[in-house]
């Protein structure tokens, strides 16, 4: 049970978003510890703006190393797919490692069902699940039962075995 601790909160939170559960005292905390680095207890208002202009311009330049190591280095690609390649150019660094990682992932088309401009398919993933997987033709859009696009923003590997089916070279916008 303990090897499938990481489905216990998105079970209970599936169609709930997980944006709301960040408090502000944990925001600030954060930012109390991040200024903590550059401040002293008995700093005057002076010490503390020279302090407090040294913390932006570390952030400022780290921000900036980050930006050109995106755009600098060429991730590793696992396989020969050209929505892999496009993924790699569109995602940072490391949001490209879980995506690749979905890309990666093994699945399998069940059934079809076509109503209208709508498919309907089902997915079985790597540990046997099932999922439904709505495909509006018209509007070219993916809605996944698992709702991994709605809790953190990025597509599951159900739907990227439909783009892998349709041999689509980019991904959608959605």
Same mark, same amino acid.
């Given at each position: ?18 944006? @709301?559960?960040?408090?502000?005292? @944990? ?100 540990? #046997? ?23 953190? #923003? ?21």
């Amino acid at each position: 049970m303990f090897e499938d601790r990481e489905f216990w909160v998105p079970a209970y939170f599936r169609d709930f978003s997980m944006g @709301s559960l960040l408090r502000t005292t @944990s925001m600030s905390e954060s930012e109390n510890s991040f200024f903590k680095n550059y401040t002293k207890p008995r700093a005057n208002l002076v010490q503390f703006i020279n302090f407090f202009n040294y913390a932006v311009g570390d952030q400022r330049n780290a921000n900036s190393r980050l930006n050109y190591l995106d755009y600098s280095t060429i991730p590793d690609l696992s396989t020969q797919l050209p929505i892999e390649k496009h993924a790699s150019t569109i995602y940072t660094d490391s949001i490209f490692k879980h995506v690749q990682q979905e890309i990666s992932t093994v699945c399998e088309i069940v059934s079809i069902t076509v109503e209208d401009n709508i498919k309907m398919h089902q997915v079985k993933d790597q540990y #046997g699940r099932t999922w439904d997987v709505k495909y509006d033709c018209k509007q070219d859009t993916f809605d996944c039962s698992c709702k991994k696009f709605s809790r953190i #923003g990025l597509l599951c590997c159900h739907i990227f075995c439909l783009l892998k089916n349709k041999s689509a070279n980019l991904i959608p916008i959605l």
